[in-house]
């Protein structure tokens, strides 16, 4: 039979509301008292309930965090799944859990509605913001806890974990037009994201900035996937005058470009220059390895984590926005452009 708050107040001689008491570590009950309690529902192998402990306190140590189901495949992101692995590690140590869901994008709304009438979680992370973006407004609209990782277009004022990617897109331009390339095309995930909007942003800073035109027949939007950045890689190379260095804005993209590029004949490296984002542990054993941007998956999930629980337990966070300045990687898969390729 299970030890029950009865027992163990048979035993230490105290009623059974100074025992729950004492076992929650309330301050009205003596340390005295308190050490005494917990010693000995030790030693007799009490095991708390853990939904009665959850009620008492309005918690259920547990976090949710719901997925459009058209990026279910995002959990075979390598990048993903680590930032992911960032969240996990951190809260366990709090006795925290992570439900992660997935919706339709047309339900998105009823879902969150559903999820926030349940009662169930303590808190929301959101993932992959858009410039508009009806998530955030609703959970402002119901004062519950949330950190998101990204930005949106406006109206920035919530707890958010993001990298600068205008700036660490700017980074390779840099790196891709002091090698001598003039001629940067630029594969693109879905530009209603807002990650995606400021790494395109980076790009068009740094033609700018380099005096190299902005050409909309060089910014192709697509996927997230290898299959896309291969699909818009062979695009690109059957234009008449195709461009010699391919900016990718996350690194399957640019593994899958690498794919169309050698299915052409071409050397990555030598005869194109392909550039990533995310530096993935692929991007480092890639052939030839990848020049990518880096960005710490793992500690921006903890970061993220760790404003969450804040929130909940009502403790203020250092920063409310916590913005990520990348690191350009550069390796092997960029270098100045051949002569055959060179734009005047």
């Known amino acids: 039979m299970p030890v029950t708050l009865k027992d163990i107040s048979q ?13 929650a570590g309330f301050d009205d009950i003596s340390p005295q008292t308190r050490e005494l309690v917990q010693r000995v529902a030790a030693e007799m192998g009490y095991e708390p309930n853990i939904t009665a ?33 960032g969240i996990v590690e ?26 926030l009438r349940s009662r169930r979680f303590d808190g929301f992370i959101v993932v992959r913001t858009k410039l508009q973006d009806a998530r955030i407004d609703l ?11 990204g930005q949106t277009e406006v109206n920035n004022d919530f707890h958010l974990v993001d990298e600068d990617g205008r700036f660490g897109v700017k980074q390779v331009v840099d790196h891709l037009v002091g090698l001598g390339h003039t001629r940067l ?14 790494r395109v942003q980076g790009f068009i800073d740094g033609l700018l900035a380099h005096n190299i035109p902005v050409n909309p027949e060089l910014i192709i939007e697509t996927n997230f ?25 996350n690194d399957l993209l640019a593994l899958g470009a690498m794919g169309a590029v050698q299915e052409h004949g071409l050397t990555v490296g030598k005869d194109i220059s392909i550039t990533g984002f995310d530096d993935i542990l692929l991007s480092e054993y890639a052939h030839p390895p990848l020049t990518t941007v880096h960005q710490p998956a ?15 337990d009502g ?21 100045a452009p051949s002569k055959g390729g060179e734009t005047p």
């Open 315 to 335: 403790k203020p966070n250092e920063e409310k926005q916590v913005i990520i300045k990348p690191s350009l990687i550069i390796r092997q898969s960029t270098s």
């Open 139 to 149: 959970l402002r609209e119901h004062d519950v806890p949330f950190v998101a990782f």
């Open 53 to 85: 402990r959850n009620l008492q306190k309005q918690r259920t140590d547990t976090l949710a965090l719901i997925l459009p189901s058209a990026n279910t495949l995002r959990f075979s992101d390598p990048f993903f799944s680590e930032f992911l692995s």
């Open 225 to 249: 996937r290898q299959r896309s950045g291969r699909q818009a890689a062979k695009l690109l190379l059957e234009l008449p005058e195709p461009p010699t260095a391919l900016v990718a804005c």
């Open 185 to 198: 095309a630029c594969i693109a995930e879905p530009t209603n994201l807002t990650k995606s909007h400021h």
């Open 90 to 115: 951190y809260i366990a140590q709090f006795g925290y859990d992570l439900n992660i869901s997935t919706t339709d994008t047309e339900d998105e709304r009823e879902t969150y509605l559903r999820h």
């Open 298 to 312: 793992s500690d921006m999930g903890s970061k993220v984590a760790e404003m969450l629980l804040n929130l909940i």
């Open 11 to 23: 035993r230490v001689g105290k009623s059974v509301p100074t025992v729950s008491r004492a076992l």
